[in-house]
């Protein structure tokens, strides 16, 4: 079965930076999208970074433009996001997600905390 687990979360001060990754294993990951979203307390969950199954094609939020990278290692089954310059507003529980179809499987997240 697809499984999703993410990583790299944690306590960060404003300006830092963090990768998450996110391991997947049940579903030939070389062929599919894969996306990172977020979700902040109280609010609903919002579309991040998505990347192409072969990592040409990358496509980002408005707010994380220019700061956040996402990539993919096909031979690991893995997907990263690269997050730099954080803000205190970047805090959220940080997922993994793969759509087959309309099918979503998620990881269960990773939380990021961008805190002084």
């Known amino acids: 079965q697809v499984q999703l687990v993410e990583s790299g979360g944690g306590l960060v001060q404003p300006g830092g930076s963090l990768r998450l990754s996110c391991a997947a294993s049940?579903?030939?990951?070389?062929?599919?999208?894969m996306n990172w979203y977020r979700q902040a307390p109280g609010k609903e969950r919002e579309l991040v970074a998505t990347?192409?199954?072969?990592?040409?094609?990358?496509k980002y939020s408005d707010s994380v433009k220019g700061r956040f990278t996402i990539s993919r290692d096909n031979a690991k089954n893995t997907v990263y996001l690269q997050m730099n310059s954080l803000k205190p507003e970047d805090t959220a529980v940080y997922y993994c997600?793969?759509?087959?179809?309309?099918?979503?499987?998620w990881g269960k997240g990773t939380l990021v905390t961008v805190s002084s």
């Open positions: 997600n793969y759509q087959r179809g309309s099918m979503g499987y």
């Open positions: 049940g579903f030939t990951f070389n062929r599919d999208a």
């Open positions: 990347i192409s199954s072969v990592g040409g094609i990358t």
